[in-house]
């Protein structure tokens, strides 16, 4: 699979030769298909949505609401009213730990569960609702292996616990969490709790049924799957949304306002105050579209063998250390190597023309169980060459020789 054609900033040159982009998990790339429904919202749809009477209104409530459908259909919700657009996945967590909190559903010694791997976004939103209601955060430690410790969690599950929280795939880590199990353990110990899957790096990288799946919640950043930046999305269980309060209140989430009182408008608009992203919305469901039109299970594979390809090369240079575990990762590799800064690594990496994150990747907590300021990751995505693997195996050897 050979997609770099689609995506005309992998034109871009560092010094002779064109750049790998191998930085997909902080955000991806955005097709041509993309950029070009952008053009064409601004050239022949621009205009407020739902109230408008006038044709250009027309238009663009249709596709903002066609934008809708086609997320739903992506992760195969039972239904629309299940799409809450958000501007990321920081938006859509954020608005399911403040909802709880203005809900009184959680009180003083509640429990929520995280995970050690989880990202910030997915950790600092529950302490925010901890200190409000005075609610108990339990993370899950880690296995010796940096895997999920699935002993440990179902010994801190409890009847007090009322929220599990956790990333489908770490995006420090690369590693897979064993989602089933986890909800199936959490429905045992009480079919109420509330579950919260982050899938900010699953999405576009392997098939998503949010029914299948079993969770409460999920939520997912537009700019990593090749959409703009500044939406997102939250997938919430119909019954659960329906149940909860509103958190933003403004235009657009009410039924009738007088200094009476107010009542709210039908989901999911009850959830989305204000002018959304109207123009960013409808692009990132044309995003879904081109992700489809690839086929997801073509990605994953392809995804799958190239991060194998560079998990074996990496493993071949001295000192390298691959974080997690070998197989059942997502497609990033983050790596430590002894001696070596990982920023130092990163610089003479972008100088070879290699694109990579360094640092703790917004996983502080998990720097911190590790024992390390931070990692070198390479992530992929659909972009993504054979040919970009072996580049990047040449330069980190080249860039470790010259730091050892
Ligand atoms: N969760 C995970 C696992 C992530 O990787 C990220 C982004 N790095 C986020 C949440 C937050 O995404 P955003 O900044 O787009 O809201």
Redesign the pocket.
């Known amino acids: 699979m050979d997609l770099r054609a689609d995506f005309p900033i992998l034109a871009t040159r560092i010094g002779k030769r064109p750049l790998v982009y191998l930085d997909n998990?902080?955000t991806t790339q955005k097709p041509l298909v993309v950029l070009q429904a952008e053009q064409h919202y601004y050239e022949k749809l621009n205009s407020n949505i739902h109230r408008g009477a006038h044709y250009l209104s027309r238009l663009a409530t249709e596709a903002h609401e066609q934008a809708r459908s086609a997320v739903a259909e992506f992760l195969h919700a039972s239904s629309d009213k299940e799409i809450v657009f958000t501007s990321?996945?920081?938006?859509s967590i954020n608005l399911v730990a403040q909802t709880l909190a203005l809900s009184g559903m959680l009180g003083a010694g509640d429990e929520i569960i995280v995970t050690t791997d989880a990202?910030h976004?997915?950790i600092v939103p529950w302490q925010m609702l901890c200190q409000r209601v005075g609610a108990v955060l339990k993370p899950v430690p880690l296995t010796e292996e940096q895997t999920f410790d699935k002993a440990a969690y179902e010994a801190l599950l409890s009847p007090r616990t009322r929220i599990v929280a956790f990333?489908y795939?770490?995006?420090a880590l690369g590693v897979v969490n064993p989602v089933a199990d986890i909800i199936a353990a959490a429905r045992r110990n009480n079919p109420d709790t509330l579950v919260l899957v982050?899938g900010?790096?699953s999405t576009g990288h392997q098939m998503i049924d949010v029914q299948q799946l079993g969770a409460d919640f999920y939520a997912f950043?537009g700019?990593?799957v090749y959409g703009p930046t500044g939406t997102?999305i939250l997938w919430g269980r119909e019954s659960i949304l329906s149940a909860l309060p509103p958190w933003l209140g403004g235009g657009e989430m009410i039924r009738e306002v007088s200094f009476n009182g107010t009542t709210y408008n039908d989901l999911p608009f009850k959830y989305e105050a204000g002018t959304p992203n109207i123009c960013g919305n409808i692009v990132l469901a044309a995003a879904l579209q081109y992700v489809q039109s690839i086929g997801i299970a073509a990605i994953e594979s392809h995804e799958q063998r190239l991060t194998a390809a560079l998990c074996d090369g990496l493993e071949q240079l001295s000192g390298v250390r691959i974080l997690g575990p070998k197989t059942g990762r997502g497609a990033l590799v983050s790596i430590v190597v002894p001696g070596v800064h990982h920023y130092d690594l990163g610089t003479l990496l972008d100088q070879m023309g290699i694109a990579v994150r360094t640092g703790h990747?917004?996983c502080q907590p998990l720097m911190q169980a590790l024992g390390i300021t931070g990692t070198t990751r390479y992530s992929f995505s659909l972009c993504n060459t054979e040919e970009d693997v072996q580049r990047a195996l040449d330069a980190t050897d080249r860039a470790l020789s010259m730091l050892k």
């Open positions: 998990a902080a990321g996945c920081t938006a990202h976004s997915n990333p795939i770490s995006n982050d900010a790096q950043s700019h990593k997102g990747h917004c």
